[in-house]
């Protein structure tokens, strides 16, 4: 934790935008730092970095492998590429999910800003331990059949220990640190290890919801179509067609011709 983590992420995570208006996750874009709106959360969020990010983060690709990954979150600062990404996705699930629209019975709107704060938070957060806590390898429920090491499905989990520990001193004082808590942990979804912090586990309504939240913009943002959208490019082309008589390109009528089997006059 060397770093300066809260220069770093006002860098790539903020930029020369500055705070964006209310509302302004609502029209598209990229969303980041900028859009949290509650700003004792913005520092929140950054504390969190600062006494969890493993070092690496900054600079590594999103997946080592490059399997699952879109091309965008390879090769060097892949990963904050890929949170970035997911950002984008958080905030548009988040908008197609939103029962009360802009503009309407706007004192229904708490809940939708509330989860709005803590779901963003989360996915800036969620692979800042990518590589899991390496001094937990050895525990039973990380080994799989053949040995296979769950370190990697571990790694939300451990993310959000880390922040119970050293941020919150083991010790949640505020409902939205335990929904970011779940959100962070379940963030793989069906493939979270230990399986009982996957959001499909969860009991409690809250905390399913942002949880499935911050999955669904973690799965969007690391689906690999890169070559799908060429695909659809080239398959959902228009078929080409001659222009329409009379328009340039469109081909010369030669002189009438009688057709074959037409009596000779």
Same mark, same amino acid.
């Given at each position: ?165 050293? =941020? !919150? ?9 335990? @929904?970011?808590?779940?959100?962070? #942990?379940?963030?793989? $979804? *069906? ?40 695909? =659809? !490019? ?9 222009? @329409?008589?009379?328009?340039?390109? #469109?081909?010369?009528? $030669? *002189? ?10």
């Amino acid at each position: 934790m060397g770093q300066d983590v809260h220069a770093l992420m006002t860098h790539h995570f903020a930029g020369p935008l500055g705070l964006l208006p209310d509302g302004a996750w609502k029209y598209g874009g990229v969303e980041h730092l900028n859009g949290i709106r509650n700003p004792a959360w913005r520092q929140w969020i950054i504390d969190c970095a600062a006494a969890c990010c493993q070092d690496d983060f900054w600079q590594r690709p999103a997946s080592n492998s490059g399997k699952y990954h879109p091309a965008v979150s390879a090769g060097p600062g892949g990963l904050v590429r890929h949170t970035l990404y997911g950002c984008y996705w958080a905030c548009e699930i988040m908008r197609a999910m939103d029962p009360y629209p802009q503009g309407v019975d706007p004192q229904n709107r708490r809940a939708i800003t509330w989860h709005h704060d803590v779901v963003l938070g989360a996915v800036m957060l969620h692979d800042m331990m990518k590589n899991g806590d390496a001094t937990k390898a050895d525990l039973p429920e990380r080994k799989g059949s053949g040995g296979r090491n769950y370190i990697v499905s571990c790694h939300g989990v451990d993310m959000a220990h880390a922040i119970f520990t050293r =941020v !919150l001193n083991g010790q949640v004082g505020h409902p939205d640190h335990l @929904l970011l808590l779940h959100a962070v #942990a379940g963030h793989m $979804g *069906p493939w979270t290890k230990p399986e009982k912090w996957a959001p499909h586990a969860l009991t409690q309504p809250d905390n399913k919801h942002v949880a499935t939240l911050t999955f669904l913009a973690d799965y969007c943002a690391s689906r690999k179509a890169d070559g799908v959208i060429a695909d =659809v !490019l080239k398959l959902g082309r228009a078929p080409e067609t001659p222009p @329409l008589p009379g328009l340039p390109g #469109a081909p010369q009528a $030669g *002189p009438a011709r009688a057709p074959a089997d037409a009596p000779i006059s």
